[in-house]
């Protein structure tokens, strides 16, 4: 009974111990799994040392095989090897490569095609540099990159697809590609223009990082001029500012990166030097004007020369102080005044301009307000027919309602006052004013019309505005008003010289737009033929039937040309016959004209000219000098 009762403890305690055996600390794991690592290691070194072989395909392009390598596929696990299996899930010896949407995730740029050999070798590089970027496999290089084709090169791309076929398209490496694209998008004769440029390519100015991007371009089109490296060295020096160009050969650099690099630095330090000096010069111009008197020389009793003063022809320090005796201003003599040689085209005296001209004030105040003691007052008319009007496409004129009565009406900013023609004040038979004073005025001609009588308030209509106008009657030549300054101006015009137009503000604050009339076209005639083919196409044709009445010359009627007339027949014969000498006149190549006339100024334009030289001479722009 004890050995029976003592069995199932037995059992019992062989049992925990069992499960006290199974139990793994915490220490156990860390020490298997670095266990573990020390043994993987010998293997993933030598696996990864094992060159690729080429037949080798990814293994994402694998089919999954049904048999006992399928993990899912409920084949016989108990023949996988378990020491091997893992070397090709964790170390793959041939490069996966990667998708269409994992290349286009680094941005590759579009290619047009049109944009030039530099642009097309720039883009080979930024590709190149994507598929780098992406580890895209060899086989799909060709095929991603020609998707980036757009307009142009896609359909060069499509031909090429249909001679060689996809397969053996896309099958290409990518030296046959690259090379491909070059030939066709890089031209033999846009490479020779490269090369002359690349020859020809200098420094401007202090832009030296310009000069290197450029030359660098210049030398990816046309490597051939640009190796080995020493040519390329002193092709990048010979390009340089002579400034730099010398300190830069004299370093000998070794590499091209040395010698752009000195070429930079030098370039900066010339800017800055020629900043210091710039920043120089300005103070000493500014402490030579402000210097007055005499500076001694240190060391010495003598003074030093002053500077030569261009306005007064001495030599003196500081501001000139001549004065002109015309003007009564500092800075310039008599005879380099500008203001002696204005003249006034109001009163032809010289001294000043017509919107300076006092008399042309007092007018304008006499203007305002009338005074009952005067005497007379002037006013200007400039004439212009009908016909010469219509002839000059920058004059402004129209017809337009004047006291409901078309009229021919003239807008001229060169008179002030405005005029209404005495026949056409007649038909209307308007009332007019006495005037308190006389008006005199003075036409084109140069005669002079007195004029006492206006009309006041005249009604004119323009585009639907109605506007008012004093107007004077005078004879003109072919139109019935003329609107000169003063109602320009009292109406707020302003004349547009580009449009050939005049703004005018109606009293509602409303601005219209007047344009002037284009000159009239010749008549424009048609031949018969063309007349034929309108009638045939049922189109509306106008005939004008026109008799002339003259009689043509016949030739019994010429006293000498009747008595031959076989020289001078009704119909020729036929045509002349060709002659056997030719007369020519046999010239050395290369034979001036026996006399040639000299090209001489007139003499206004040498005083022009003898003024604006001393106007540069007296500013300091120009040195004099004197011929030997």
């Not at 190149?128 to 020609?146: L, N, R, T």
């Not at 003109?476 to 005018?504: P, Q, S, Y």
């Not at 036929?574 to 007139?602: N, Q, W």
Request: charged letters at 25%.
């Amino acid at each position: 009974m004890e050995n029976a009762n003592n069995e199932p403890i037995n059992e019992v305690n062989q049992f925990e111990q069992e499960q006290e055996d199974q139990y793994i600390t915490r220490q156990d794991i860390e020490h298997l799994i670095t266990q573990g690592i020390a043994n993987a290691i010998p293997e993933i070194v030598a696996a990864v040392q094992k060159p690729a072989e080429p037949q080798l395909i990814p293994s994402k392009r694998i089919p999954e095989d049904n048999g006992s390598n399928s993990i899912n596929g409920g084949g016989n696990h108990d023949d996988h090897d378990p020491q091997q299996a893992p070397l090709p899930k964790r170390i793959k010896t041939a490069t996966p490569g990667c998708t269409y949407k994992e290349f286009l995730a680094c941005k590759p740029a579009e290619f047009v095609g049109n944009e030039g050999a530099t642009a097309t070798l720039r883009w080979l590089e930024k590709t190149e540099a994507v598929i780098a970027i992406s580890k895209c496999a060899k086989e799909d290089q060709v095929m991603y990159a020609s998707n980036l084709f757009k307009e142009g090169a896609l359909e060069w791309w499509n031909t090429v697809l249909q001679a060689k076929g996809r397969r053996i398209a896309y099958a290409m490496s990518w030296e046959e590609f690259k090379s491909l694209v070059e030939r066709k998008f890089c031209p033999e004769y846009e490479k020779d223009q490269m090369a002359n440029k690349f020859l020809s390519h200098r420094m401007t100015g202090v832009d030296c990082r310009g000069y290197t991007s450029t030359f660098f371009e210049y030398a990816r089109v046309v490597p051939t001029l640009a190796s080995p490296k020493p040519v390329l060295i002193s092709r990048y020096i010979w390009g340089l500012i002579s400034e730099i160009r010398n300190i830069v050969k004299a370093a000998r650099p070794r590499t091209i990166d040395d010698a752009v690099e000195l070429a930079n630095t030098l370039t900066d330090e010339l800017v800055r030097t020629r900043e210091e000096d710039r920043k120089k010069e300005l103070a000493q111009k500014i402490t030579q004007g402000f210097r007055v008197g005499n500076t001694k020389k240190r060391g010495t009793g003598q003074s030093s020369s002053p500077p030569f003063c261009r306005n007064c022809k001495k030599k003196r320090y500081g501001q000139c102080n001549i004065v002109c005796n015309f003007c009564k201003t500092k800075g310039h003599r008599e005879e380099d005044c500008r203001k002696k040689t204005r003249i006034c085209y109001n009163c032809r005296e010289r001294g000043h301009f017509q919107f300076e001209c006092p008399k042309l004030a007092k007018l304008v105040a006499n203007q305002t307000k009338p005074a009952e003691g005067a005497t007379k007052r002037n006013a200007r008319a400039f004439q212009l027919t009908t016909q010469e009007a219509e002839l000059i496409p920058d004059v402004i004129a129209g017809t337009f309602l004047v006291h409901d009565v078309f009229a021919k009406v003239l807008f001229d900013s060169g008179a002030n006052q405005s005029f209404i023609n005495t026949s056409f004040c007649q038909a209307l038979k308007i009332p007019l004013t006495t005037l308190r004073q006389i008006f005199t005025v003075e036409t084109a001609e140069g005669n002079s019309v007195n004029i006492d009588k206006i009309w006041q308030e005249g009604k004119i209509e323009l585009l639907g505005h109605k506007f008012s106008a004093n107007l004077i009657p005078i004879n003109l030549a072919g139109f019935d008003v003329v609107l000169t300054m003063d109602w320009l101006v009292a109406n707020h015009a302003r004349i547009l010289c580009d449009k050939n137009a005049v703004e005018i503000q109606t009293p509602t604050g409303e601005v219209i737009l007047i344009t002037g009339n284009k000159p009239r076209k010749p008549l424009k005639f048609i031949s018969v033929m063309k007349l034929a083919s309108y009638s045939r196409k049922q189109e509306m044709v106008y005939m004008i039937s026109v008799i002339i009445n003259t009689k043509d010359k016949k030739l019994q009627d010429i006293p000498v040309v009747s008595e031959y007339p076989d020289v001078f027949p009704e119909e020729l014969p036929g045509l002349p016959s060709d002659r056997e000498v030719e007369f020519r006149i046999h010239l050395i190549p290369g034979t001036a004209p026996i006399a040639k006339a000299p090209y001489r100024l007139a003499p206004t334009e040498m005083l022009e000219l003898k003024k604006q030289l001393d106007e540069l001479l007296s500013k300091g722009f120009i040195q004099p000098s004197s011929s030997p």
